[in-house]
């Protein structure tokens, strides 16, 4: 009766669970935003604290156990009780590419092709132990990152400006009434959905690419990432091997039927119907569409069965764990050295909190979640200028935004640790660069026109921009009394409101860089304050 029960409402179930996991992460997702207050109350970075593959690479990395990670033991746990419900469950980036199997298309129904899963084991071996040695690449392929970044960077943003050209024009050319319901809406939308304010961020296009192809290579093979590719799904694999609750497969009675091998998505089931704990997600295709009823979850029985050459289990060669270990222990002295790639570029300006550069590059796991909290869109992802483990880690542009003086934000929403949470009182005092004149731009100086709008909007209480009056000839030939401005070096925090706020056209006329950031100690700035 259970296994009828089972038979006929499992993929009900499974359906009903990822569209409830994957809504919860869509309402973290949302809550990730500046509300009006500076507080997060929603644990909006959850996700990320609870995925092992994040916690073990920054350990790693770090060389010491992260207290903020080590939620991730329970997903650890509950794997080697229950397997792989997590990857067919739990995680929004499996939902998500079950869901656009309607977009991209179903690939055509074959017999499962033997061994070709083992990379995403080797990928697994290179990542942590290029982690040990170095070299932090985990947040490239782990799918929590990859989805965040691609909805932080691309999707929510066009969504947002989507929202306000309709809205805009309704409002400008829709009838009277029509902006009755309209107007609603947008507030609606507004207050639960869209961004706390408009937003653009780097490398979006990047981001969005790789969100695509993670969806879109489904069409090659069912679930292509979670199968070849995943770490994450490597490193669940492990416990899953031996976990106490399984499915179990059919039997040698099946005949030719092989209707469980040809839906089962993970090509988990070999070709004596056994089941590899491993590989299977538990998405429960197998059970709703045997004809005979063989499936079963429950307690394991006996030994887990070994792998019959069909590639159920993974057959890992000696030389391929070799080869992998070994390139990821190499792949650091390949690249350049962080702190050669940090003082190569000066505009490279972590947000305020960040820990000294070697420890920010091991800690940061490239969620993008500082990046789409931060109030002033001030944080954008880094390309090469950290080197190639600094991809997508955060650094300020004061051109496209500041940091806002009052918000301690990004502190609050790292998940490892990486940003410190600081008090408003602490984090007001921590200088992330400094100010510096181009004097062959400012307009008080290059064309005695007077500017006053920097040191309005410096945000300090004693203002890190004041004034020298000086008598000046004027390109008329009239000598007037003007103020010019200049940086005080020990009261500038490097928020870079003064660069976003410059009115000029093109590149500000007052500059911000690293050289005075507190987590180093202050650097000797560019002449010319």
């Known amino acids: ?77 509950l794997t080697l009780l229950f397997g792989r419900f ?54 490239y392929l782990d799918p929590f990152s990859i989805l965040v970044r691609g909805l932080t960077f691309s999707l929510q943003p066009s969504l947002d400006h989507a929202a306000t050209v309709l809205f805009t024009w309704t409002y400008q050319q829709a009838p009277a009434w029509v902006n009755t319901v309209t107007e609603p809406v947008y507030a609606f939308l507004r207050q639960t959905v869209l961004p706390f304010g408009d937003k653009v961020y780097g490398l ?14 489904s ?37 030719k039927c092989s209707q469980c091998r040809m839906v089962c998505p993970m090509a988990a089931i070999g070709e004596s119907r056994e089941i590899a704990a491993g590989e299977c997600t538990l998405c429960l295709d197998c059970v709703s569409q045997c004809p005979r009823s063989r499936f079963g979850y429950g307690i394991k029985r006996g030994a887990a069965p070994a792998s019959n050459g069909n590639g159920r289990h993974p057959n890992l060669s000696r030389r391929a764990m070799l080869t992998s270990l070994a390139a990821g222990a190499l792949a650091p ?41 931060c109030i002033g869109n001030a944080l954008h992802a880094t390309w090469l200028e950290a080197g190639l483990e600094g991809m997508f880690t955060p650094k300020l542009i004061g051109r ?26 602490e984090k007001q005092a921590v200088v992330i660069g400094l100010a510096h004149f181009d004097k062959n731009r400012c307009l008080p100086y290059a ?54 706020k410059c009115p000029l056209e093109g590149e500000a006329a007052i500059r911000v860089t690293a050289a005075g950031e507190s987590r180093h100690g202050r650097l000797p700035g560019p002449e010319g304050y």
């Open 447 to 500: 064309s005695a026109t007077p500017c006053i709008v920097c040191e309005e909007h410096c945000p300090t209480p004693d203002k890190a921009i004041k004034f020298k009056e000086v008598a000046v000839d004027t390109p008329k030939g009239e000598q007037i009394t003007l103020r010019l401005p200049y940086v005080v070096e020990n009261l500038c925090i490097g928020c870079g409101i003064c660069e976003n």
């Open 204 to 217: 979006s296009l990047l981001s969005l690419f790789l969100l695509l192809a993670v969806l879109g290579l």
């Open 333 to 373: 002295l390949a690249l350049p050295s962080r702190t050669q790639a940090r003082h190569g570029d000066p505009l490279l300006i972590r947000p305020p909190g960040a820990l000294a550069e070697p420890d920010f590059l091991d800690y940061c796991l490239r969620c993008g979640e500082c990046m789409k909290v």
């Open 1 to 77: 009766m259970s296994r009828s029960i089972l038979r006929l409402t499992s993929s009900t179930w499974r359906a009903l669970g990822q569209t409830l996991f994957l809504f919860f992460f869509l309402a973290l997702f949302v809550k990730t935003d500046y509300a009006g207050v500076d507080e997060l109350n929603w644990a909006v970075n959850l996700l990320f604290r609870i995925d092992p593959f994040l916690a073990a690479a920054a350990m790693l990395a770090a060389k010491t156990v992260i207290a903020l990670m080590l939620p991730a033991l329970t997903t650890f746990g």
């Open 400 to 425: 496209l935004g500041y940091c806002e003086y009052n918000c301690t934000l990004c502190g609050q929403i790292c998940p490892s640790g990486a940003i410190r949470k600081l008090g408003k009182s």
């Open 219 to 255: 069409r090659v093979e069912p679930r292509f990432f979670c199968r070849k590719v995943c770490p994450l799904g490597a490193l669940l694999a492990l416990p899953a091997r031996f976990s106490l609750l399984r499915l179990r497969g059919g039997t040698a009675e099946c005949g």
């Open 86 to 139: 997590f990857c067919g469950w739990v995680c929004p980036m499996g939902s998500l590419i079950d869901a656009s199997r309607r977009l991209v298309g179903r690939p055509v129904a074959s017999p499962p092709r033997p061994g070709r899963r083992q990379l995403k084991y080797l990928l697994l071996l290179f990542l942590l132990t290029a982690a040990c040695f170095g070299l932090p690449l985990a947040g």
